[in-house]
């Protein structure tokens, strides 16, 4: 047995060792940091489409995350001890300079981070239905040749139009799911400007690898066979090829051991090239023509007997082409007026008379769609559809806006009836099916023949070689001087010779040059440019901008976004006409020369490290500022009173409550804002948020901090100090107006150390109707999420009780999401259960001291508790915790017991089917639970250091009224 003088002795030999040992454990820990970051390098490099990360390694990486915080922790335990007493620590450094080599060890990975993702074979497609029995046969007759194992190359061909890429889509679909038969499908669209490296990194992304682009062509088609052949059987449809295909050019195998090669066509040609099997593709039959183009027009036509034959004729005219009737249909939707259907025919029929070629008939007849689109306004949008690459998708509001700066919109008071009006010209664009929806969403999509026809139209004002993979700009002899429009977007590696002379265009109003990343444009580049209104440079690599710039005066657009290496702007002072400008993601660090003189401008992005005092309200016609790498004073974006759309950062909550302030006054509410408070370069996408993020090192308001009452999403990051330890978090947050967080859906709070209470019961149920998402994570603190009541603590702690349940009700809660509270004793008072009829899923990791979870079950008829409808899990981090944690039914277990997991997400704590109801569903439950009584994950808690709580605010702090 120690005695005290020993213990003060080996105390004091600790004390004198306890430096050095600290000093170890920062190295070690600078080390496994070091290892962290490389692991997070090769988890980027790794990571690829049909990979997973390993969940060891997702283990590993959120341990390195929690031995930084607990040895964070551990310093300021030792640096606020005093003396002989910071001996007492030696035993916690130790264990810690273990676990970090522990980690260190684990961290090798030598076998990789990743593994395949076998449950994903294939990429489903969006796609229309089949019209007709013909084209139903034509499918039943490649999937036959699929299931056929003699048959390895289909080719599927027809003139363009017909519906070919439709049936390859539905076929891939049903593919995807054949994990049986193939081990992989691969979907690449070739289109008409074939480029064999476009076809290697298409099936490279497919299968989850990566080559260099400067790598010759034929090592990368070495290594892409040798993949190919690795990869079992697969299916590699190739959509929209035009020419013959070397295959042995592009690294693909001949298909063998069941793989297939699948290519659609207008040429037959192509298909005896590659020894396909021969498919072609019918047009419509006389009777599905006729039902495919009344479903398009409407069946009113019927109505009105005379129109029957024009009608039919029109059909007939269509020659059974999908495409065609689709669009002829649509664009006479509508109209009963016997003149007008004659007037179609008659053009119709003029527009094929003597035309040779199919493709060329198609076009004609697309073009009589757009020939009866209802004004020049919507024709001239539909024509800049044709600027951006063939097969890419369009993202609507990028297609929009570049309307808006064409001015191509009608200018009206605010941006969003701007936007409006442009997604109505596009919704009418759409249902005259010359656009279709794109995979994504928010994206559209020309065919590939309606792009054709545009060109057509377009030729020669529009110069369009978007997407083509060119590496020289076209020759000065091609800038001719009657050129309108010029698209050279995402030729990667495009190169402008700084010899070429500058081209004369002087009714070019259009040049777009984003994602080329082009390396400099020649000084004088746009000297013979005077009429350009839009010029598009985003995505580029060069470092200075051309003077030549300057003399734009017609500039209305100007974007250099993503411009990474850009760190020189030239003089801005006679671009007066700019109405939008976007710098985000530049290195320019300052506002560029001659910027005041901008007092048109409704649009500004910026990413500078200083905004000067005063600047911001010369732009009085501003609706959307983004400037979040620099703080900005509240009052001053207060004063702009057009502005719709905003993201950036305050100093500090002073800051945010003269902006909150301004805009009641004002009475008018943002469209759109992503503010943060004490945080620089903060960017955040999203559309449609109303968003506030606070990260703040400074103390808080007297007063309160004020929101705008349509709040959506809210942050708390590192608390806010000088907090109050005993005082409730959230009654200190004023919602403006109505005093109501009444559109708030989603609160997450991060590593606020001081709080203890986050709301009230009454402040929950007064102010938080549609609250849909809580997470609190990291509060070491935090004792209570809804806080008890006064009178309910009085009452407690009188001894009394009170055994009426009382209902809170969160309505629209789906998530509730608490990890790493130690402190955490309840989640709300126990004479409250939280009535959530929405909820989805409940998170409960590393809360140690959580003993219940106060989740109202619903009665069955029979009086037996149920799920909520919407519920689908609650984890549990640990079996340990999952045995202790109480429940306000006694048959709540085994009620819960199949959506119930723990041990990380591995497993559920029992399926539907282990479970044996006509046994002892309780007893079942429990046995299940006592199968692993030696893992605890949060056990390493128990050894934490308790956090200094003690605060620095005044003791008389006034608290604001709850609710």
Not at 266 to 273: F, H, P
Not at 274 to 282: F, K, N, Q
Not at 571 to 582: C, N, R, T, Y
Request: aromatic share 8%; net charge negative; proline share 4%.
């Amino acid at each position: 047995m120690e005695t005290a003088g020993n213990v003060v002795v080996k105390c004091w030999d600790n004390h004198r060792s306890l430096d050095q040992k600290t000093i170890d454990l920062k190295r070690k820990l600078v080390d496994l940091n070091a290892l962290k970051q490389d692991v997070e390098s090769r988890k980027k490099a790794e990571l690829h489409p049909r990979k997973k990360l390993k969940s060891q390694v997702d283990v590993w990486l959120g341990n390195v995350e929690r031995i930084n915080d607990e040895i964070q922790n551990l310093e300021q335990r030792v640096a606020e001890s005093i003396s002989i007493s910071r001996g007492f620590f030696m035993k916690d450094v130790l264990k810690k300079i273990q676990e970090v080599e522990e980690l260190l060890q684990q961290g090798k990975f030598d076998q990789g981070l990743v593994v395949n993702d076998l449950t994903w074979i294939g990429q489903a497609l969006s796609t229309t239905n089949l019209v007709g029995k013909a084209a139903e046969n034509c499918m039943e007759e490649i999937w036959t040749c699929l299931m056929d194992d003699d048959i390895r190359r289909i080719g599927v061909w027809g003139m363009g139009g017909l519906g070919k890429t439709t049936i390859m889509k539905i076929i891939n679909n049903r593919l995807s799911k054949m994990t049986e038969k193939f081990n992989i499908v691969i979907w690449i669209t070739v289109s008409k400007e074939m480029n064999i490296s476009k076809i290697q990194n298409g099936i490279l992304r497919a299968i989850g690898e990566e080559l260099r682009e400067d790598e010759d062509e034929t090592i990368r088609a070495g290594k892409l066979f040798e993949w190919l052949n690795e990869k079992g059987r697969y299916v590699l449809i190739l959509d929209d090829l035009w020419d013959k295909l070397s295959l042995e050019e592009v690294g693909i195998p001949k298909p063998s051991n069941g793989s297939k090669l699948v290519v659609t066509t207008r040429m037959l040609d192509v298909c005896r090239y590659l020894g396909c099997r021969e498919i072609r593709m019918p047009n419509l039959p006389k009777q599905d023509a006729w039902s495919l183009f009344l479903e398009k027009v409407g069946k009113d036509v019927l109505n009105y007997p005379g129109l029957l034959p024009i009608v039919e004729s029109v059909v007939e005219q269509c020659a059974g082409l999908p495409l065609a009737i689709v669009t002829v249909a649509s664009s006479m939707k509508g109209i009963t007026n016997v003149h007008e259907w004659r007037n179609a025919r008659n053009e119709l029929s003029k527009r094929v008379r003597g035309v040779t070629g199919l493709d060329e008939k198609v076009l004609q007849q697309l073009q009589f769609s757009y020939d009866h689109l209802e004004c020049e306004r919507v024709q001239q949008c539909f024509l800049c559809c044709a600027l951006y690459p063939e097969d890419c998708y369009i993202y609507e509001y990028d297609l929009i806006n570049l309307w808006i700066a064409e001015g191509l919109v009608e200018e009206m008071d605010s941006q969003q009836a701007e936007l409006d009006q442009g997604f109505t010209i596009l919704n009418k664009l759409k249902n005259n099916c010359l656009l279709e929806n794109g995979e994504n969403v928010g994206a559209v999509k020309l065919h590939d023949l309606v792009r054709d026809m545009v060109l057509r139209i377009t030729r020669p004002r529009f110069l369009v070689r978007a997407g083509l993979q060119l590496k020289e700009i076209p020759h000065v002899q091609e800038w001719t001087e009657d050129l309108e429009k010029v698209s050279l977007m995402s030729n990667y590696g495009l190169r402008i010779p700084s010899q070429m002379s500058p081209p004369k265009c002087q009714m070019l109003t259009t040049l777009l040059l984003s994602d080329c990343r082009i390396r400099s444009i020649p000084d004088c580049f746009f000297e013979q440019m005077k009429g350009l209104k839009v010029l598009d440079l985003s995505q580029n690599n060069f470092r200075i901008l051309p003077s030549s710039i300057s003399n734009l005066e017609a500039l209305t657009l100007l974007s250099v976004r993503g411009c990474d290496y850009l760190k020189k702007l030239p003089s801005f002072s006679k671009l007066e006409a700019l109405k939008k400008l976007d710098l985000l993601g530049s290195k320019i660090k300052n506002l560029p020369h001659g910027m005041d003189r901008l007092v048109n401008l409704n649009y500004l992005h910026l990413w500078v490290e200083e905004v000067p005092s005063g600047i911001l309200s010369k732009f009085s016609c501003l609706r959307d500022l983004g400037l979040s790498s620099a703080f900005v004073r509240g009052e001053e974006i207060g004063e702009l009173k057009k502005l719709e759309f905003f993201e950036g950062s305050f100093f500090d909550l002073n800051e945010l409550n003269t902006f909150v302030q301004a805009l009641k006054s004002r009475g008018q509410q943002l469209i759109r804002y992503n503010v943060a408070v004490d945080i620089k370069n903060f960017y955040r996408f999203c559309e449609s948020d109303k968003y506030i993020e606070l990260s703040c090192s400074h103390p808080i308001c007297r007063n309160g901090v004020k929101f705008p009452s349509d709040l959506q999403r809210l942050r708390i990051n590192y608390g806010i100090v000088d907090f109050p330890e005993e005082e409730v978090f959230f009654p200190w947050f004023i919602p403006m107006q109505n005093g109501k967080f009444s559109f708030l859906k989603e609160i997450v709070i991060f590593k606020c150390e001081k709080i203890k209470k986050l709301f009230t019961c009454s402040w929950v149920q007064s102010n938080l109707p549609n609250l849909e998402e809580l997470t609190v994570l990291e509060c070491h603190q935090m004792e209570e999420i809804i806080a008890s009541e006064m009178e309910f603590v009085e009452e407690e702690r009188m001894g009394g009780s009170n055994s009426n349940t009382i209902p809170l009700t969160l309505p629209k809660l789906r998530i509730l999401d608490l990890d790493l509270l130690p402190g955490l004793k309840s989640i709300c008072a126990a004479n409250r259960v939280m009535v959530c009829d929405s909820i989805e899923e409940i998170g409960i990791f590393n809360c140690s001291k959580l003993q219940r979870i106060p989740l109202y079950l619903p009665l069955l008829d029979d009086g037996q508790p149920s799920p909520p409808p919407s519920l689908k899990a609650i984890f549990i981090s640990s079996k340990k915790q999952l045995r202790s944690v109480e429940w306000d039914h006694p048959n709540a277990k085994s009620v819960l017991g199949p959506i119930l997991k723990s041990d990380d997400f591995l497993e559920p704590c029992k399926s539907d089917s282990e479970f044996d109801y006509g046994s002892d569903p309780e007893s079942d439950y429990d046995s299940f639970l006592e199968s692993d009584t030696d893992s605890d994950p949060e056990s390493h808690y128990d050894s934490l250091p308790e956090l200094d709580a003690n605060s620095d605010l005044e003791s008389d702090a006034s608290l604001p009224n709850d609710g």
